[in-house]
């Protein structure tokens, strides 16, 4: 079972991704309340349970699909 702070580090890292993205016209995708509203989908529950299974770089492209 992750940790609190494990849990929150891989939450930060998700959102640096997504923070970082942008659109085919060099803007950013999100602004940080979009990122982390979207981001708040998921449970600490729900990234406890991926976190084994995909990086914080592949959690934010699953959150970002159209």
Sequence with gaps: ???KKEIDAYRMAVLKVMMEAKKE???PRF???EAK???DILSDADIEFGM???TPQE???M???D
């Design 25 to 27: 016209n060099g803007e």
């Design 63 to 65: 959150l970002m699909e």
């Design 52 to 54: 084994p299974f995909n």
């Design 37 to 39: 509203i979207t981001l």
């Design 31 to 33: 602004d940080e309340e």
């Design 1 to 3: 079972m992750a940790q």
């Design 59 to 61: 959690t934010a492209e």
